[in-house]
């Protein structure tokens, strides 16, 4: 059974600092892609980021380009999303998801983790 357990959301003022990671189980593959979106009140979920399984490729979307850094560490089955100059408007639950391909459509992605709440205050 393929799990996702998010971690280190919380409340940081505009300009600070938070990491996310996004633990792993049950993902025998080594196709997989995981990938991070966010999903703030009356609004839909979108794409944030994304990472081979090698790691060698990586995707944002432009308004977290040059901010945001996806990296994952296969020892520990882990993907990690460190968010650096956060502003007001990344404040949403931040949810990890798993697929076999890269895709910033969030309704193809196969296995999802319960997410975690970042509010960034002004």
């Known amino acids: 059974q393929v799990q996702l357990v998010e971690s280190g959301g919380g409340l940081v003022q505009a300009g600070g600092s938070l990491r996310l990671s996004c633990a792993a189980s049950?993902?025998?593959?080594?196709?997989?892609?995981t990938g991070w979106f966010r999903q703030a009140p009356g609004k839909e979920r979108e794409f944030v980021s994304a990472i081979t399984w090698s790691g060698g490729s990586t995707y944002y979307r432009d308004s977290v380009k040059g901010r945001f850094t996806i990296s994952r560490d296969n020892t520990k089955n882990t993907v990690y999303l460190q968010m650096n100059s956060l502003k007001p408007e990344d404040t949403a639950v931040y949810y990890c998801?798993?697929?076999?391909?890269?895709?910033?459509?969030?309704?193809?992605?196969?296995?999802w983790g319960q997410g975690t709440q970042v509010t960034v205050s002004s």
């Open positions: 998801a798993a697929n076999r391909f890269v895709t910033t459509t969030p309704d193809l992605y196969n296995y």
């Open positions: 049950g993902l025998t593959s080594s196709t997989y892609v």
